[in-house]
């Protein structure tokens, strides 16, 4: 499995592969997203492409990956000339763990997981029932949301923000899946990546109409995009630190053996509107989470690391948490008709 990583050293933009403990920089290659519409013109893979554009350039990983080199790490998808043409989305209630925190955090008996089923344990078992359809047929949509532009992605070792109108912030370890709509339209899967969803759980926990604003905030994906990666069953450990000491740290899974949607269940409801399928826009879409610290009543404070670890798919994502503000500030409308 091809692994590649997007670096940069003011006023420089690399992509190399990835062979540890080094990083092998590509020629001529500035962007994923410029290798990937090299691919498609060549009639080729984006691991084929990638190793024909291999030199003998070689970087030190740790260094980089640290924040000790002159080269930094970008975050494993951009749109480098319209970062607004990158739409970052989400599928959630896709795993068992996430579908039981839900509905614990909107039933008012604690812990009532059979009786008196929320809107959202409802959906995860329409997914159970209709999201893994026969080949050639359509399945139940799932839960599907919106986060941003390509705007609010961070990259490893980026401070993810708590901005003053939150409640809350905190970690969602997932794999995301990358892709690239082709000038016909036809969408193409880059490969995947570690991500960070990070959410406002406080916020959604008052009522889950608040969901879709809680997803409004920054995130996280890399340090690696994994351009082949298996996708069965995938073992994970996310972790927050607090200084020195480990504070939370849980053991997950995730791929389409965990899941009540198929992979392709889960394309085929984000692909199927036009809008998601203009030339040349990137996509990345976070595939949902397993567990969350918050459903053991942590709460995450500023100067917090979060890190992200799924086995196959290259070095750990971890990113601190920092607070911008603390009284929100009144946005007002400047009329101009």
């Known amino acids: 499995m091809a692994r590649l990583v997007q670096i940069a050293k003011t006023p420089l933009r690399r992509v190399a592969l990835v062979e540890e403990p080094h990083l092998r920089v590509l020629d001529q290659c500035s962007s994923i997203y410029s290798l990937a519409q090299d691919a498609l013109l060549a009639g080729t893979t984006l691991t084929a492409a990638a190793q024909h554009r291999a030199t003998g350039d070689l970087l030190d990983y740790d260094p980089i990956y640290s924040g000790t080199s002159e080269w930094r790490l970008l975050p494993a998808i951009d749109h480098p000339d ?148 298996e996708f069965d069953s995938v073992p994970a450990e996310v972790t927050i630190e607090r200084g020195p000491a480990v504070l939370w740290s849980k053991r997950i899974l995730s791929g389409e053996a965990e899941m009540c949607h198929s992979l392709g269940n889960i394309e085929h409801h984000h692909f199927k509107f036009e809008a998601h399928r203009r030339p040349g826009d990137v996509h990345v879409h976070f595939f949902g989470a397993d567990c969350l610290s918050f459903g053991d009543a942590i709460q995450l404070a500023a100067g917090d690391v979060m890190q992200v670890r799924f086995e196959g798919f290259g070095r750990p994502l971890r990113n601190p948490l920092r607070k911008t503000g603390s009284t929100p500030i009144l946005i007002s409308v400047v009329p101009l008709g």
């Open 82 to 229: 319209e970062p607004a043409r990158c739409l970052i989305s989400g599928t959630g209630l896709t795993h068992l763990g996430s579908a039981r925190e839900r509905q614990a955090m909107h039933t008012p008996v604690a812990g009532n997981f059979t009786e008196d089923l929320t809107d959202s344990m409802k959906m995860f078992r329409w997914g159970l029932e209709g999201g893994r359809p026969s080949p050639g047929n359509i399945g139940t949509p799932p839960e599907w949301f919106y986060k941003g532009p390509g705007t609010i992605l961070r990259a490893h070792g980026e401070p993810l923000d708590l901005p003053a109108y939150a409640d809350d912030g905190g970690e969602e370890g997932e794999i995301a899946g990358v892709y690239l709509i082709a000038p016909d339209g036809q969408p193409h899967r880059l490969g995947m990546s570690v991500g960070n969803e990070f959410s406002d759980h406080q916020f959604e926990k008052k009522n889950y109409l608040n969901l879709a604003g809680s997803k409004l905030r920054t995130c996280s994906l890399g340090p690696e995009l994994v351009l082949a990666p």
